[in-house]
């Protein structure tokens, strides 16, 4: 099922739980990348069960008005919001997947310290900051599809990531990273 559109896998979502599953695998990692960086990596899976019971439910209702992945985002969004206000966010954890124990230790410690503190000043910027950077920085999204996503106009998707790398640089540099 691989080869099929994201149009056919929905309309076979609907009726073949196989085709949902792909749909699922295809644009899980990219939801789970905006999950673990809006409320950490100890939430996500609560955040992606939620948000592939939601997105079950409403495939039957889902137009394609937008794209497949715009609509999963906002579904993303709002279930990490919900998690938000039952939950203190935890520091995120490793983005990358595990580095092998074989690689030079120094260098692992050096990316660990400096994944940690991206993590914490991810943690002090203000939401709408942090969710339009996580889209694009984590997800890889175009600014048009996050204005999209986040219901505002580009130039203010431009004007929060730039505030977000700002205040992250800001950030890094004050705890002695140098660029």
């Known amino acids: 099922m691989n080869h099929l559109t994201d149009a056919e896998l929905i309309a ?3 009726r073949d739980e196989v085709a949902f599953e792909t749909l699922m695998r295809r644009h899980g990692p990219k939801a789970a990348a905006l999950a673990r960086s809006l409320v950490g990596e100890s939430q996500v899976d609560d955040v992606l069960q939620e948000v ?5 439910r ?3 209702n889902f ?3 937008a794209e497949f992945g715009t609509w999963l ?3 993303t969004l709002n279930a990490c919001y919900a998690k938000l206000k039952r939950v203190v966010p935890e520091a995120l954890e490793d983005y990358e997947h595990h580095l092998s124990s074989d690689q030079n230790v120094q260098k692992n410690a050096e990316r660990a310290q400096l994944r940690s503190l991206i993590e914490s000043g991810m943690q002090t910027l203000p939401l709408e900051q942090r969710e339009a950077f996580a889209l694009r920085e984590f997800s890889g999204l175009e600014y048009e599809s996050i204005a999209e996503i986040l219901r505002c106009q580009l ?3 431009k004007s929060r990531i730039s505030r977000a790398k700002a205040s992250l640089k800001e950030f890094l540099t004050s705890k002695g990273v140098r660029p």
Do not use: A, P
């Open 12 to 14: 076979l979502s609907k």
């Open 52 to 56: 592939f019971i939601s997105v079950h």
């Open 58 to 60: 409403g495939l039957k």
């Open 63 to 65: 137009r394609g008005e």
């Open 73 to 75: 985002h906002r579904i």
């Open 155 to 157: 130039g203010t998707v």
